[in-house]
């Protein structure tokens, strides 16, 4: 195996950390939207932080050997899939970075709850609903995706 | 330019076989999750259980069908179903062998959500399933010869 066969395999398991991760926050956070109880929204959110493991790692791995990657097989930095590629990166990251803080904020209010008798609350359904929020958590799945689309196609290059 | 291997009409294809991979991904490490932490919180087992199994059934099986069809019209456009290299067997064996691991997952998370049996039986299947789905992307991406 090459230099570039072992790049590229470092840098797809970096897209599938970051996908599959994105995949495990995504899907405990809509169950936890449809749970009332707070003890239940708590450990729903709690187990989101292995998924954002999973998402660090390929965050990491998919900017490293990805650029990495355009050195090695000679492609431009400059290019255009290159530069949106990096720019979605980062707002993803700035979106889950958000997005992040304010579900862990929304698990401290539901374990608390749930230690205070565990009955449905309108503020942690309203946090939990909180347009902003969602609106951040859903563009940054959107550019995951965008990134994975510039991957495949490579406009520009 | 499209991903390698890949010419620039089928990048639809690809993609489409690469989101289906990652998902798939995604959905049996979701479930491998929830269910080691069905068989630690029993405060909340049922709960974890039942979305566990709902997840196999809404997440892992459409996954793995975008993953098989991408693969099949990226291997037919491509003619590697004439003259396969021993990367693509070894993800068609993973994938292939891949229903038959997620039948039994699917039925091990019925009697998992239902009976309250078998979980053990659900996380284990799912860990391992996840090691082979590894072995797969490593034989995809690096092509080994």
């Not at chain 1, 493991?53 to 930095?77: C, E, K, M, P, Q």
């Not at chain 1, 990251?93 to 008798?117: M, Q, V």
């Not at chain 1, 609903?129 to 969602?134: M, N």
């Given at each position: 195996?090459?230099?570039?066969?072992?790049?590229?395999?470092?840098?797809?398991?970096?897209?599938?950390?970051?996908?599959?991760?994105?995949?495990?926050?995504?899907?405990?956070?809509?169950?936890?939207?449809?749970?009332?109880?707070?003890?239940?929204?708590?450990?729903?959110?709690?187990?989101?932080?292995?998924?954002?493991?999973?998402?660090?790692?390929?965050?990491?791995?998919?900017?490293?050997?990805?650029?990495?990657?355009?050195?090695?097989?000679?492609y431009s930095?400059g290019s255009f899939w290159v530069i949106?590629?990096?720019?979605?990166?980062?707002?993803?990251?700035?979106?889950?970075?958000?997005?992040?803080?304010?579900?862990?904020?929304?698990?401290?209010?539901?374990?608390?709850?749930?230690?205070?008798?565990?009955?449905?609350?309108?503020?942690?359904?309203?946090?939990?609903?909180?347009?902003?929020?969602?609106?951040?958590?859903?563009?940054?799945?959107?550019?995951?995706?965008?990134?994975?689309?510039?991957?495949?196609?490579?406009?520009g290059a | 330019?499209?991903?390698?291997?890949?010419?620039?009409?089928?990048?639809?294809?690809?993609?489409?076989?690469?989101?289906?991979?990652?998902?798939?991904?995604?959905?049996?490490?979701?479930?491998?999750?929830?269910?080691?932490?069905?068989?630690?919180?029993?405060?909340?087992?049922?709960?974890?259980?039942?979305?566990?199994?709902?997840?196999?059934?809404?997440?892992?099986?459409?996954?793995?069908?975008?993953?098989?069809?991408?693969?099949?019209?990226?291997?037919?456009?491509?003619?590697?179903?004439?003259?396969?290299?021993?990367?693509?067997?070894?993800?068609?064996?993973?994938?292939?062998?891949?229903?038959?691991?997620?039948?039994?997952?699917?039925?091990?998370?019925?009697?998992?959500?239902?009976?309250?049996?078998?979980?053990?039986?659900?996380?284990?299947?799912?860990?391992?399933?996840?090691?082979?789905?590894?072995?797969?992307?490593?034989?995809?991406?690096?092509?080994?010869?």
């Amino acid at each position: 195996m090459s230099k570039y066969d072992w790049l590229l395999f470092f840098h797809v398991t970096g897209a599938f950390l970051l996908i599959g991760g994105t995949v495990v926050a995504a899907s405990l956070s809509l169950a936890a939207l449809r749970r009332e109880r707070p003890s239940e929204v708590a450990v729903l959110l709690g187990l989101v932080r292995f998924g954002v493991r999973a998402i660090y790692a390929g965050v990491f791995l998919t900017l490293v050997f990805g650029l990495w990657l355009v050195h090695d097989a000679g492609y431009s930095y400059g290019s255009f899939w290159v530069i949106a590629a990096l720019v979605l990166w980062v707002y993803a990251n700035a979106a889950g970075g958000i997005g992040g803080r304010r579900e862990e904020e929304t698990r401290k209010l539901a374990e608390r709850l749930a230690a205070e008798g565990d009955a449905p609350s309108a503020e942690l359904r309203a946090r939990q609903r909180d347009p902003f929020t969602l609106g951040v958590e859903y563009s940054g799945g959107v550019a995951i995706l965008l990134i994975l689309v510039l991957m495949i196609w490579k406009p520009g290059a | 330019m499209i991903a390698s291997l890949c010419h620039a009409y089928c990048g639809g294809r690809l993609f489409l076989h690469v989101l289906g991979a990652t998902l798939l991904f995604g959905g049996v490490l979701t479930v491998v999750i929830l269910s080691i932490a069905g068989l630690r919180l029993t405060q909340h087992t049922e709960l974890l259980r039942r979305l566990a199994f709902g997840l196999t059934l809404l997440v892992v099986w459409p996954a793995w069908i975008v993953m098989r069809v991408g693969a099949q019209l990226v291997l037919t456009s491509e003619g590697l179903d004439k003259h396969s290299p021993s990367w693509v067997g070894v993800g068609f064996a993973v994938s292939d062998a891949g229903i038959v691991v997620l039948l039994l997952l699917t039925l091990f998370g019925w009697l998992a959500a239902r009976r309250g049996c078998a979980l053990n039986a659900f996380a284990g299947l799912g860990s391992l399933y996840l090691v082979a789905l590894g072995v797969a992307w490593f034989f995809m991406s690096a092509k080994p010869t």
